[in-house]
């Protein structure tokens, strides 16, 4: 039976053994859109995130 490991821990193995070290700044740049997606949509600070696009 497979361990339960968690979506961060089988991405960080996978490029540890790979050596993908370019797909870093790729899922860093998702993460952050990410996360000014959510805070545009939800918060009153969504008129200032709006003036830079």
Do not use: C, H
Not at 17 to 34: D, N
Request: glycine share 6%; proline share 4%.
């Amino acid at each position: 039976m497979t361990k339960n490991r968690s979506l961060l821990r089988e991405t960080w193995d996978f490029l540890m053994e790979r050596k993908a070290w370019w797909l870093v700044p790729m899922i860093i740049m998702l993460i952050l859109v990410g996360i000014l997606v959510v805070i545009g949509q939800s918060s009153g600070v969504s008129p200032f995130i709006y003036a830079f696009f």
